[in-house]
Each structure stands twice: as structure tokens, then as C-alpha cells.
């Protein structure tokens, strides 16, 4: 079984805290991908990685930065989180294009 | 620039009868993948089907069976005799061969399936 592990389920921090969600994958794929989920929106791309130490921006990268120093490790940071952050965070993987995502159980941060 | 439109926010099914949900997409990759995720209330997301777009049969996986229209640019999601756990969040997502290997999603449909 795949295995993507969010290192946090739930989350509350304070405005202009700098936050760390991590990601943890089992299965040696080369893309990870974070997204955040809002009610209406839909899941939207923040940044996605094809490689250890390579990040590519996604559709609303703006707040966020990215890093992968380890090929089973991607992280998103949040460097001043803003209630406007507050959203659920999905990571995910695949192994190529076109290929399906395997999913983290997510993260719900809450911003205040 | 590619799109999803799920123009459906929420839909209730009785259960044992069909229902499709609905998916447009714009892209000009010439080549790309449709899927369908589910999300029940726990959260997690969870894959559902697959079609390619130089597949020539629509997929189907049990009771899922994607409807593809190339033409109209629509892979709606049909789910044949509806039960009580398919009352989740569905999303319809796209993924172009230009698009190195992300997906785009849609908005998602919340369906209720009715006892």
C-alpha cells in the first residue's frame, strides 16, 4: 500500500507564524505535489517538486515556499501565515505524468 | 490555460438508482488524462477511475463508468445502483501531457444518496 503521511491532522497557529507541514512518502515516487482544498474551490496546485531540491510553482504559490532535500520528504512552509491561510492541506504523489495522485489524509490549519 | 468545470455543487440520488455527476474541461494539450476522485467525510481522497484521451472504449471500474465525450470536451461520472456510502464530495481532475504530471481539479460535487 502506498503510504503519504502529513505529519499533522489538525493545526492552530497565529498570524505571523512561520509554519511547517511536512510530507512523507513511502513509495520512492519522483513527484509530490501540495495542494489546499477550499469549500467551492476545489483543490488548487501550490507548488509540486519532480526531483530532490527542485520545486516548480503552482497556481497561487504567493505566502507559500517549498522544500525537498530528501527525495521522501517535501515540505511547505508557510513563511507569515495569515488567516487567509487557514484551509485544509492536501500532499500528494505520482510517478509520472498522467498518472494518478495518492493522497495524504491532509492537514486542516486553522490561522488566527 | 487548462480548466475543470463541475457545474453541479450538490446533488441527492435515491438509493439503488443511477446518477452522473457532471465534468467539462478546456485544455490544448493534445494528449491528457480524466479522473475522478472521491472525498467521503473523513477526508481522505480517494481514486476512483481513469480515461485517457486516445482511449477508444469509455472505463469503467465496477459500479464507476466514465462517460467521455471528446467533442464536448465532458467526462462525466456515472455510478450505477447508488448506495449510502457513496454520500461523499467528488472531484473530476485533468492532467495534460504538457503539464508535467499535476493535476487540475474541479470544484467538486457533494452527492447525498437518499435510504
Known amino acids: 500500500d502506498v503510504k503519504v503521511t502529513q505529519s499533522s491532522r489538525y493545526l492552530v497557529k497565529r498570524t505571523g507564524e512561520k509554519v511547517f507541514l511536512e510530507c512523507v512518502q513511502d513509495?520512492?515516487?519522483?513527484?509530490m505535489f501540495w495542494y489546499r482544498q477550499d469549500p467551492g474551490l476545489g483543490l488548487r496546485l501550490i507548488y509540486f517538486s519532480y526531483d530532490v531540491k527542485m520545486k516548480e510553482k503552482g497556481d497561487i504559490p504567493e505566502g507559500y515556499s517549498v522544500s525537498r532535500e530528501k527525495k521522501e520528504r517535501f515540505s511547505l512552509i508557510l513563511e507569515s501565515a495569515s488567516t487567509n491561510q487557514t484551509s485544509m492541506y492536501l500532499c500528494a504523489i505520482s510517478q509520472g505524468f498522467r498518472e494518478k495522485l495518492f493522497f495524504g489524509s491532509g492537514t486542516q490549519l486553522s490561522v488566527l | 490555460a487548462q480548466k475543470i468545470t463541475q457545474t453541479q455543487p450538490g446533488m441527492f440520488v435515491q438509493e439503488k438508482e443511477a446518477v452522473t455527476l457532471d465534468c467539462t474541461y478546456d485544455t490544448s494539450d493534445p494528449s491528457y488524462g480524466l479522473f475522478w476522485y472521491k472525498q467521503p467525510s473523513s477526508g481522505e481522497m480517494i481514486f476512483l477511475i481513469y480515461?485517457?484521451?486516445?482511449?477508444?472504449q469509455n472505463a469503467t471500474e465496477g459500479r464507476y463508468s466514465l462517460n467521455f465525450q471528446k467533442a464536448r470536451k465532458s467526462a462525466n461520472l456515472v455510478i450505477s445502483a447508488s448506495q449510502l456510502g457513496d454520500s461523499a464530495m467528488y472531484f473530476c481532475a485533468m492532467g495534460g501531457d504538457n503539464q508535467g504530471g499535476k493535476l487540475i481539479f474541479g470544484q467538486g460535487t457533494e452527492l447525498s444518496v437518499k435510504p
Open positions: 513509495m520512492d515516487h519522483e513527484n
Open positions: 480515461q485517457g484521451s486516445y482511449d477508444q
